[in-house]
């Protein structure tokens, strides 16, 4: 019986301490210089879909549906103080997730780019479609067509990577 207890316990602290290896890193902001994926809301952009999902609804985001046919989560939720969907996308084969589009309701454009300078620093890119910015991590773009609300683009880069991978 003892036997089996122990065997038990090293089984469940084992699978304890390899789902915490692998769930998606919140980010402090004292953390950055060591972040390998670029950040959503201080949470790193990786791992598979189901516990980047995990991660987000901890983090208060609601999911609201699966889009199998597109590879695709929706999710409401707060992003830079302003209520939003975000949509999370990932790849076929390793559902690994690659890009996260924010569509915020409502918001003040000059605000909304402010509240990104503060996360990401200057827009590498400015132009009449939007913002960019380019991170050694991915890329963070935010589309402005006139008469729409907003959409906000984060790539994470290895993600995208994989994605291309089993894209071509």
Known sequence: MKTLFLFLTLLLSAT?????????AVVSAADTAAVTHVLFEGIEVKGDIYEFSGVL??????LEKRLGNELSYI??????GHS?????????RTRTV?????EPKHVSLNDYV????VRYGEATDETERGYQWML???????????????KLV?????GAEAYKDENN
Do not use: E, N
């Not at 304890?16 to 998606?24: H, M």
């Not at 999710?75 to 830079?80: D, E, H, L, P």
């Not at 690659?98 to 924010?102: A, L």
């Open 84 to 92: 939003s969907y975000v949509q999370v996308s990932y790849t076929k």
């Open 136 to 150: 050694p991590t991915g890329a963070v773009m935010l589309f402005t067509p006139s008469g729409y609300d907003p």
């Open 98 to 102: 690659w890009r996260v589009i924010v």
């Open 57 to 62: 609804q901890k983090h208060g985001f609601k």
């Open 154 to 158: 984060i790539m994470d880069g290895i």
């Open 114 to 117: 402010d509240s990104l300078q």
């Open 16 to 24: 304890t301490s390899r789902a915490q290896a692998d769930a998606p």
């Open 75 to 80: 999710f409401k939720g707060t992003v830079c």
